[in-house]
């Protein structure tokens, strides 16, 4: 790392000419922000005529920069970065880097040569698995050996998989060249504030230059050089991904800045994720009882920050060993003894076989979305959430009792727009409905009209109608945008009728018993 690298001050412009690189980012504005229009997004089309070719065939399949592909295509982290350059309030290092997963201890960590080996058995074992990240559970650059020798390696074997990586940054710009040498196509940085004045509540040190600096001093040189690294990605056409961690009364209001700052040096998209914070975390936020935000406000947050720039809504927060879809965790059936006793058969071509028939099934529902897209002018103005119980596919496939989460669907003028998950507490367990389940599932989507499932029982529907949320099992193992756009017709004909007054939903609907009321 050379002096010359860092600028003098901290400044908002970026110091290089990225034009070129923006005006063709500029081309593509809605990976997976505007879902339901059929306007050029790549959340809502299975074609590359929304995009320049070469962005589509980066974002086409991979699960988190294109919500609409982390529906069919799964992701896989290998552990093989345990050292971290710098600290962060709501990180403990014994647990996954708070970057690119939940607290929760990464259940192994791997050498270069065992990722290799787990790369090549999930890939053989799960077809629809089309990207490879390094998220921690350290700070992959903090680990430069053993995070190239594993791309390296990787690349050699299976060159079909997608490689990733997610940094916080301060090593980023003297690996930058590096990245590009082994086609490494995404980078998350995780950006949590532009100006250190914030970042010194953030981060307590940085390890620079073979010193521990505190402080302003220490999250100043940490912005300089996050800012740096993405400007870097950016002039060579390295799709770059921010995160930002939402903490509450610290940053919330900042991170519009932040949002500006990175558009300006041409992030491709933002994730604005919430704090996870809890005292057995043993974290400086969890200790403090730093609270994390109510998804009501981050929704507010990320909705402020969408204009021409992509916004992610559908992170999953995921451990530094995930594999799986987004929302899945199938760590445990690839552990370290598992892989190395198996016999791996990398069908390259079975796998591009299975690709395809995904492809056609994208298809499929991208043209069922259509189908349903006419007809929607009647809501005008009119915007409200539905919740959806699902396994995957893009379809209605899950039953009430069994759904960890619900993805939350906004209807309006414009289609049928993904904006966020909400997790909850498992309503059935051992065969029994658990009322005091049920009532967290109740307050997690209670600003949504509607929820629909692949099936639910009489008590759990009743609770929920009562609480003015409908229960719907008449879309079951149908598509999911189609769905809730024809019921949500079938809603808008019903309001012009008169026979149902359309009122708005939120916790202070809830509270006040201000609920859809009945008209007959
Ligand atoms: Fe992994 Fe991150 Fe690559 Fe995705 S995760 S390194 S960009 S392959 Fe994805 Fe997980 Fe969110 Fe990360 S859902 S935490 S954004
Ligand atoms: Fe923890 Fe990741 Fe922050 Fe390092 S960068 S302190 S591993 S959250």
Redesign the pocket.
């Known amino acids: 790392m050379t002096e010359a690298l860092i600028p003098d001050t901290y400044s908002s412009e970026p110091a290089v000419d990225i034009a070129d690189v923006m005006q063709k980012l500029a081309e593509h504005k809605g990976c997976g922000t505007e879902g339901g229009s059929g306007k050029a997004s790549c959340g809502s089309s299975a074609g590359p005529a929304d995009m320049p070719e070469e962005i589509w065939e980066k974002v086409k399949n991979h699960p988190c920069y294109s919500e609409e592909a982390h529906h069919h295509y799964a992701r896989m982290h290998v552990a093989v970065a345990p050292a971290?350059n710098?600290?962060?309030n709501?990180?403990n290092?014994k647990y996954d880097?708070?970057?690119e997963s939940r607290p929760g201890v990464v259940s192994e960590r791997l050498t270069p040569e065992q990722a290799s080996k787990k790369v090549l058995a999930v890939a053989s074992t799960i077809p629809q698995m089309t990207v490879l990240g390094i998220a921690?559970?350290?700070?992959p650059l903090a680990n430069p050996g053993k995070t190239f020798e594993t791309f390296r390696l990787i690349s050699e074997v299976a060159p079909d998989i997608k490689l990733c990586l997610s940094t916080?940054g301060l090593a980023l710009p003297d690996w930058v060249d590096e990245i590009a040498k082994y086609k490494v196509d995404h980078v998350t940085i995780?950006i949590n504030m532009v100006d250190p004045e914030v970042g010194q509540h953030i981060y307590p040190w940085i390890f620079w230059e073979n010193k521990r600096l505190q402080g302003y001093e220490a999250a100043k040189i940490l912005t300089e050089r996050q800012l740096l690294g993405l400007e870097m990605l950016t002039e060579r056409g390295i799709l770059a991904k921010i995160n930002s961690v939402m903490i509450p009364g610290i940053n919330d209001k900042h991170l519009v800045e932040v949002n500006k700052a990175v558009k300006s040096r041409g992030a491709f998209l933002h994730n604005i994720m919430p704090l996870i914070s809890a005292p057995e975390h043993g974290t400086v936020f969890g200790l403090n009882g730093q609270r994390g935000p109510t998804a009501q406000e981050l929704k507010a947050l990320q909705d402020e920050c969408e204009g021409d720039m992509n916004m992610m809504r559908h992170c999953r927060q995921c451990r530094a060993d995930a594999v799986g879809l987004l929302g899945e965790d199938r760590s445990a059936e690839f552990t370290t003894d598992k892989i190395m006793a198996m016999e791996v058969n990398y069908d390259a071509e079975g796998r591009k076989a299975y690709q395809q028939a995904v492809e056609a099934e994208r298809q499929a529902k991208v043209e069922a979305k259509k189908s349903e897209l006419d007809g929607l002018d009647a809501a005008g103005d009119m915007k409200i959430l539905v919740a959806v119980a699902t396994k995957g596919h893009g379809i209605i496939n899950e039953h009430f009792g069994h759904a960890k989460e619900f993805q939350i669907y906004e209807l309006s003028a414009k289609g049928a727009k993904f904006v966020g998950h909400r997790r909850v507490d498992l309503y059935c367990k051992g065969g029994y409905g658990e009322e005091d389940a049920l009532d967290t599932v109740i307050k997690a989507i209670n600003d949504c009209h509607a929820v629909f499932v692949a099936k639910i029982g009489g008590c759990p529907k009743a609770d929920l109608t009562a609480a003015g949320i409908e229960p719907i099992d008449a879309y079951a193992h149908e598509f999911i945008e189609q769905s809730a756009l024809a019921w949500f017709k079938g809603y808008l004909a019903k309001v012009e009728a008169g026979e149902i007054v359309h009122t708005e939903r939120g916790d202070a609907a809830i509270r006040q018993g201000a609920l859809l009321s009945q008209a007959s």
């Open positions: 971290c710098i600290q962060c709501y990180c290092r880097c708070a970057n921690g559970p350290g700070d916080n995780t």
